[in-house]
């Protein structure tokens, strides 16, 4: 088993950690308090190609496979979670459920754009009352013909208001549960649909999180993506792309905090010696370390399953789920360890645990990556 990356992946590893510290490390508090989108930086990742890794060089990609991927997010999480969500769901769930079930017509009219940043996309699943469960959506698709008519809510949706396009799953007949389900393409702009209030969430605050009101849209039918019924395994299938994505972010904020801690006790004296040489602390750090390197290999594991044609629902479920409960506890051990510095936001740790608790909610909660895991185990 080679443990090996090539040449091409640590320089695109390098260049997101430099990115980071350069571009996104600047005044990242400041849009943590004022709930800020980072618009500049989102505009230069899509210049270095950041939102479009995935996507083949034919629209507009880089062509990079998915470890390449979770290295570039671990670093831009270790920094800003709330611009590595951004990017999250712009690879993952928009590009890549375009890319791979979109037609001819919609890959070459939006993914460019999109791999490039020039615009962003949204992914839009969860509903007041049905989460990430695909099969309860109240929002309505019905046939009328060449076209749809939409109606319905969708809640925490990311890039909610900055996105240009929407891939919105819906219910057209409810008679054939979740074979009656899919997916269209909505655009900004089309009469009846609405963006909702910017939500004033706990972490990730940079990030845009609206929800969408849909009256009466009319959707044209070239906007469905797949043949009809298809939405339900649309949805499934860039979910389970879309759990690497958030488990390298859940792997970058544990990172973040854990060489933030690192740092700190080697320079925070207490007793007449740096915190490091007391046993408490120097546990602490192994304890972390150790979590994070495991973390870290489920990670790369899902993303080499995903490269090599394998499956990768069990494995991405088993990462998204382990590196998020990594990521809450090394935040909260890294506030612990800067003592009440922690709690400072100018020392980030704060930031960077409140950032954390999200990796437990979205693409799934942690009990739904258990349902996942425990449903291939008992599948045969």
């Avoid at 210049?47 to 390449?68: H, I, K, Q, R």
């Avoid at 079930?101 to 460019?112: A, D, F, I, R």
């Avoid at 949706?157 to 979740?178: P, R």
């Avoid at 792309?241 to 970058?252: D, E, M, N, P, T």
Wanted: charged share 25%; aromatic share 8%.
């Amino acid at each position: 088993m080679d443990f090996t990356f090539t040449e091409e992946q640590l320089m695109i590893r390098d260049a997101a950690r430099d990115f980071a510290r350069n571009e996104l490390l600047p005044g990242v508090i400041e849009r943590d308090e004022k709930q800020k989108f980072p618009a500049e930086q989102i505009r230069k990742m899509g210049e270095l190609g950041f939102l479009g890794m995935m996507v083949s060089p034919d629209y507009g990609g880089s062509g990079l496979d998915t470890v390449s991927y979770v290295l570039a997010m671990e670093e831009i999480s270790k920094i800003d979670a709330s611009a590595s969500v951004v990017m999250s769901v712009n690879n993952s769930l928009v590009c890549w459920g375009l890319e791979h079930y979109g037609t001819e017509e919609q890959k070459q009219k939006y993914l460019p754009r999109l791999a490039k940043g020039e615009i962003l996309g949204a992914f839009c699943l969860s509903e007041p009352e049905a989460g990430s469960d695909a099969t309860s959506q109240k929002t309505t698709a019905i046939d009328k013909g060449d076209y749809y008519i939409l109606n319905g809510t969708k809640n925490w949706i990311t890039n909610g208001g900055t996105a240009s396009i929407y891939l919105v799953i819906a219910q057209t007949d409810a008679g054939k549960k979740h074979h009656g389900i899919n997916v269209l393409i909505v655009e900004k702009g089309m009469e009846g649909f609405e963006i909702g209030p910017k939500e004033q969430k706990l972490g990730i605050r940079g990030s845009d999180t609206h929800s969408l009101i849909f009256n009466d849209v009319k959707v044209p039918k070239e906007n469905r993506i797949g043949e009809d019924g298809f939405g339900f395994k649309f949805a499934m299938k860039t979910l389970a792309g879309g759990r690497i994505g958030i488990a390298s972010q859940a792997l970058g904020i544990a990172s973040g905090a854990y060489e933030l801690a690192r740092a700190y006790s080697k320079v925070r004296k207490a007793f007449g010696t740096e915190i490091c040489n007391h046993q408490a602390i120097a546990f602490k750090l192994a304890d972390m370390y150790t979590q994070i390197e495991a973390a870290r290999h489920m990670v790369l594991k899902a993303a080499w399953d995903k490269d090599n044609g394998k499956d990768y629902d069990l494995s991405g479920a088993m990462a998204k789920l382990y590196a998020s409960q990594v990521a809450m506890d090394t935040t909260i051990e890294a506030v612990q360890i800067h003592g009440g510095n922690g709690y400072v936001k100018e020392y980030h740790v704060e930031r960077l645990m409140r950032d954390a608790k999200i990796t437990q909610i979205y693409e799934g909660t942690s009990e739904i990556q258990k349902i996942v895991i425990s449903r291939s185990l008992l599948k045969d």
